[in-house]
């Protein structure tokens, strides 16, 4: 349902100027007029860190010459980042941009959390899950004075979309199942949020990636969910097929073939959603639709109406 | 005994009540399928158990047992807590409810417990001021995480709790101000390629506050091609920082050796939920065997402080 830009893939190997693995998983930010993506790239010892691309129009970036957050080499966060930083995730809260990302280390993997004000200088805030937790998107506003986000631990091995509350984005509690994966559905085996929240009249949109296991792997593919306004723990709609399946080359071939996998979301004034994903882990890719046709997806009852 | 006398000995550094098991399943008033383990708190002169009994069905719940001696126990009839069927725990405790582990903190008893859902493992804290009324207060843990002992005094201002998230099988301290909101967490002792303790850790009892420190008595599963081994050791963790270890047991202060251990729902186990620190430097750590009884290890504070720093020399 969401229609690819003809010139995907948006950023690519070729368009970073340092030597690197793969440029994947950005999440985009609209300063002004600027759009900037905060772009995922995978070194090539295959850790992560974090690089910037600057645009006019949203479709056509160029990456800065140097990265912009390099997984932290002293203080309190070195040890948990020893092995890479991935999947920034950026939610604007009181005209400051947070940052949840994943921290990698022998520890296994964490949520981080950072913030900046004018993606010049980052601030570490704090670990923010135990190990086994990732794909935290924090949502934009607070309900009743406290933050929310969605993460991602695994119970009994299965991936769900859980949510947990904060007083103070560092200490983390009341969290609740919120999403499960549908046995033989195209999400059957793992699901996890993909892009912050995003307001509507109808609820909280949560686009986010799912996963079934074939016989040769796991095919990623990205849906849509809607959370009620008041109460983000409740799930008042869920999409019956995915918004977008990996069909072009790109998407399938890379490596990690078969993934299409969001990493954040704008909302233009005319309604359009730009959604940002990688594709195959190898390239970053822009997909449009109406944030109506979005909401709508989460509602539909049937698959094929006359 | 001296550290090296017990290794001739060949015998571990806690030592078996001779009138092992306390409880076995033909001690109880009820039917079960079986008895798993034990958190003990000193109660109004009281000792209680918290035991993690499976019903029939299957699902983890807790009794309480008295006694006035510490060695001779009476089982309750009823259950002191079974999984919820209320609110926003029933979702979580579907599965029941298991491995008590009491903290007193002000006058207030917190039971740190382990609940089970086709979610996962997570641990509950509930409180009682009687063990005879209980309130849950909140889910502590996302899951799959395990083995939650609250600290039974704040550090650093904070309320400090131990637990075992899967991921790693490490044990973890985390801090809160509520009990509610948790943070801060970071790894305090992992599993050792190699050793008794070599594939997963985590806490026996809550930490016992001693003068080098906190004492922590924790359970280390080996993996083998026939199952897992499970055993106890110690560790000193630091006061103020107890991520910080001061030292560790490199040798197994308890490892089923015993019938009763080796043979039962799941063999080859010693798991213990709580112990007590006596008057007399005493340590008394009840464990279940093999999942199937309530036994008594006994040993002196002060060998099993020793056999923590013998482990950094060379011998």
Known sequence: ?306 | MTYQAVLKAGRDVIHRYGGNPLIAIEDLAFRCSDIWNAGVVRFRGEYLLLLTVETLEGLGSIFLARGTDGYHFSVESKPFMTGSHHGLFAQYESFGICDPRVSEIDGTYYIAYVAYSENGKRIGLARTDDFQSVERMTFVSEPDTKSGALFASKIGGRYAMLQRPWAGGSIWVSYSDDLVYWGSSTVVITPRSGYWDSTRVGAAGPPIEIAQGWLLIYYGEKDTTAGPLVRLGAAILDREDPSCVIARSNIPILAPREKYERIGDVANVVFSCGALLESNGEVKIYYGASDSCICLGTGMLDDIIQVCNESRKEY
Request: proline share 6%.
């Open chain 1, 1 to 306: 349902m969401l229609h690819r830009w003809e010139r995907n893939p948006i950023i690519s190997l070729e368009d970073v100027s340092y030597k690197c693995n793969t440029v994947f998983n950005g999440t985009p930010v609209k300063l002004g007029d600027e759009y900037l993506l905060l772009l995922r790239v995978e070194g090539q010892r295959g850790h992560s860190f974090f690089c910037l691309a600057r645009g006019k129009d949203g479709f056509h970036f160029q990456v800065d010459d140097r990265p912009c957050m390099l997984p932290a080499e002293e203080g309190r966060f070195k040890v948990w980042e020893e092995n890479g930083i991935e999947d920034p995730r950026l939610t604007e809260i009181d005209g400051r941009y947070y940052i949840m990302y994943t921290a990698v280390s022998r520890y296994g993997y964490r949520i981080a959390l950072a913030r900046t004000d004018d993606f010049e200088t980052f601030e570490r805030l704090a670990l923010v899950s135990g190990p086994g937790n990732k794909d935290g998107v924090l949502f934009p506003e607070k309900f009743n004075g406290i933050y929310a986000r969605l993460d991602r631990p695994l119970g009994n091995n299965v991936g769900s979309i859980w949510i947990s509350y904060s007083p103070d984005l560092v200490n983390w509690g009341h969290s609740e199942l919120v999403i499960c994966p549908r046995p033989r559905y195209w999400d059957s085996f793992r699901i996890g949020a993909s892009v912050p929240p995003i307001r509507t009249g109808r609820g909280w949109l949560e686009i986010y990636h799912g996963l079934k296991m074939t016989a040769t792997g796991p095919i990623y593919r990205i849906g849509t969910v809607m959370l009620d306004l008041h109460n983000p723990a409740k799930m008042i709609g869920r999409c019956l097929g995915p918004v977008l399946s990996p069909r072009e080359e790109y998407e399938r071939i890379g490596d990690i073939g078969n993934v299409v996998f969001a990493s954040g979301a704008l909302v233009e004034p005319d309604g359009e959603v730009k959604v940002y994903y990688g594709a195959a882990d190898t390239s970053i890719c822009v997909a449009t639709a109406h944030i109506d046709e979005l909401v709508e997806s989460c509602f539909l009852t049937h698959e094929f109406v006359e």
